[in-house]
Antibody
Framework: DVHLLESGGGLVQPGGSLRLSCAAS????????VAWVRQAPGQGLEWVST????????YYADSVKGRFTISRDNSKKTLFLQMNSLRAEDTAVYYC????????????????WGQGTLVTVSS | DIVMTQSPDSLAVSLGERATINCKSS????????????LAWYQQKPGQPPKLLIY???TRASGVPDRFSGSGSGADFTLTISSLQAEDVAVYYC?????????FGQGTRLDIK
């Protein structure tokens, strides 16, 4: 089974930066497009960003475009999210997510999720 | 962007009864070249990450009980729980994955009546 472990969350001031990481246990991590999805306190799910398996393509929600950068290191089975110019509205639990099986490896449907890491943006 | 709208926002159903949640997309998520609907359903319980229930609009994910079923095509979809169990109390989300951004619906809260 796939295990995903996010880290790097915490309290940061508005305008600050954080870098989230997600370590995957699955040996075939490098075959899947992977994503970050966030959830503000008491709110619904918001897709944030996706990166292709070969790193050639990355997509972002309008709310984070130009401020967040997704990247991955397939040799270390790790996904990253560099978050700059953070705002109060970026406060959320950030989940990394992976497609459920190889038949949807490049798709934006997520069958494996980490437990999430909390990012709080506040002065 | 394709916007997803769920109805109702919340509902309460008696144990053993049927629960139905609807999801409408602002444009079709049916890809004509493979005749597949790029639509998924998730369940989220308090304090837990979401769990994938259904993808391709009607394919149950691994380990999902067969009381959960998905139907619909194009821009109108339904998640049905045929006989509600206590452990099904949760918030349910639909999501399209037709093209980025992969938008989620606002969620439907399901409780026991």
């Amino acid at each position: 089974d796939v295990h995903l472990l996010e880290s790097g969350g915490g309290l940061v001031q508005p305008g600050g930066s954080l870098r989230l990481s997600c370590a995957a246990s699955e040996l075939t991590f490098g075959s899947f497009a992977v994503a970050w999805v966030r959830q503000a306190p008491g709110q619904g799910l918001e897709w944030v960003s996706t990166i292709s398996a070969d790193t050639t393509s990355a997509y972002y929600a309008d709310s984070v475009k130009g401020r967040f950068t997704i990247s991955r290191d397939n040799s270390k089975k790790t996904l990253f999210l560099q978050m700059n110019s953070l705002r109060a509205e970026d406060t959320a639990v950030y989940y990394c997510a992976v497609p459920p099986d190889i038949s949807v490896a490049g798709r934006g449907v997520y069958g494996h999720w980490g437990q999430g890491t909390l990012v709080t943006v506040s002065s | 962007d394709i916007v997803m709208t769920q109805s109702p926002d919340s509902l309460a159903v008696s144990l053993g009864e049927r629960a139905t949640i609807n999801c409408k997309s602002s444009q079709s998520v049916l890809f004509s070249s493979n005749n597949r609907d790029y639509l998924a359903w998730y369940q989220q319980k308090p304090g837990q990450p979401p769990k994938l229930l259904i993808y391709w609009a009607s394919t149950r994910a691994s380990g999902v009980p067969d009381r959960f079923s998905g139907s619909g095509s194009g821009a109108d979809f339904t998640l049905t729980i045929s006989s509600l169990q206590a452990e099904d109390v949760a918030v349910y989300y639909c999501q399209h994955y037709y093209s980025a951004p992969y938008i989620f619906g606002q969620g439907t809260r399901l409780d026991i009546k």
